[in-house]
Structures are given as structure tokens and as C-alpha cells.
């Protein structure tokens, strides 16, 4: 997929934040790798230019591979019913933070590597997650359905918001319960 190959050389190589000093940028305490893994839908996004705005649904799959890294899938519909295939894209991951397992890097080509850090998650089911970057430029907000309910996502901007993510600039892309 384009976006996620732009994703990464874009991270790779993000200049320093303009101005602003901002806290570091916290990771949930623990993920577990086993759980985590498996399909997920984009709910909504910080658009990038770099992932297709016309997408109506975009999925990302993790898998683990033998040799210990996490190979990833991901999938651009122009449909929400996820006939009409736009993109995909494979890639590889691996944990950089073996105490959380949240901190990890994604690289859809060589030598370009970007962040991938879950800054939410909901740790009783797995049911959704929110993954940012230090510079808190990017940011997805993953479902395990492209439904969600609005009590949810609401609560979730919120978190956001107090992680000094600007949610003005997030665009839903799945649909309300």
C-alpha cells in the first residue's frame, strides 16, 4: 500500500516538533502480544498523506512469524463492505520494548522504520486500541469491528485529548453501534 510505505518513510524521518515542547508520550504498561494479534479495523484516523482518503474501510492483521517477529497485513476497501479492494500492504514489526510490549517498530521497506506505540488499549478484551508516535503527528484509533459505540469513541477522544493529541484532526472512518 502507498500510504503505509509513505507512513513509514515519513516517520523515519519526522523533524523535531516546531516550538512546542510536549511530555513524553506514555505507552500502556503491558500488552499481551498473543492477544493483541489478529485482525483489526481502523475506526478513525489523523489523515496523512500517505493513506487514501477515499478508503472506506481499512483493516491491519497481525500475525506472529516463526522466526519471532510480527508480520503485518494491511488492507484499503473503497467500500464499507470490503468488496471493492483499493490497497494492501505487507510489512514487519518487532517489539522495542520487551517490559510493555507496547513500544514497537514497522518497517514496509528497507531502511525505512516508523513507531508504533499503543497509547490505549482496552486490556480486559481487546476489543480496541489506540496507536500513536512521539511526535503525536499520526494516530488510528483500531477496533476489532468497524462499529463502535458512541459512548466509546467519545470516551476515547477524550483520553486523547489529555494526552495533548489534537482530536480536531481525527476523521472517523467506521460507523456508530
Given amino acids: 500500500m502507498r500510504f503505509i510505505l509513505l507512513l ?7 523533524p523535531a516538533l ?19 494479534l489478529g485482525r483489526w ?6 489523515p496523512t498523506s500517505f493513506q487514501p482518503k477515499e478508503a472506506q474501510l481499512s483493516t491491519a492483521e497481525y500475525s506472529l512469524h516463526p522466526k519471532g517477529h510480527i508480520v503485518v497485513k494491511n488492507t484499503s476497501y473503497r467500500d464499507f463492505e470490503g468488496r471493492q ?16 510490549n507496547a513500544k514497537l517498530k514497522v518497517q514496509f521497506f528497507w531502511p525505512f522504520k516508523g513507531n508504533y506505540w499503543i497509547i490505549l488499549l482496552d486490556s480486559e ?35 486523547i485529548g489529555e494526552r495533548q493529541i489534537d482530536t480536531g484532526k481525527i476523521v472517523m472512518t467506521g460507523r456508530f453501534k
Fill in 41 to 46: 479495523y481502523q475506526f478513525a484516523y489523523i
Fill in 85 to 100: 479492494l483499493m490497497q494492501e500492504a505487507k510489512a514487519k514489526a518487532w517489539i522495542t520494548d520487551k517490559t510493555t
Fill in 8 to 14: 513509514i518513510l515519513t516517520l523515519a524521518t519526522l
Fill in 18 to 36: 516546531e516550538g512546542r515542547k510536549l511530555p513524553p508520550l506514555d505507552t500502556v504498561s503491558k500488552v499481551d502480544l498473543n492477544r493483541y
Fill in 125 to 159: 478484551d481487546y476489543q480496541w486500541a489506540v496507536v500513536s508516535e512521539p511526535s503525536r503527528k499520526y494516530l488510528w484509533i483500531l477496533s476489532r469491528s468497524p462499529y463502535m459505540s458512541r459512548e466509546l469513541y467519545n470516551s476515547l477522544l477524550a483520553q
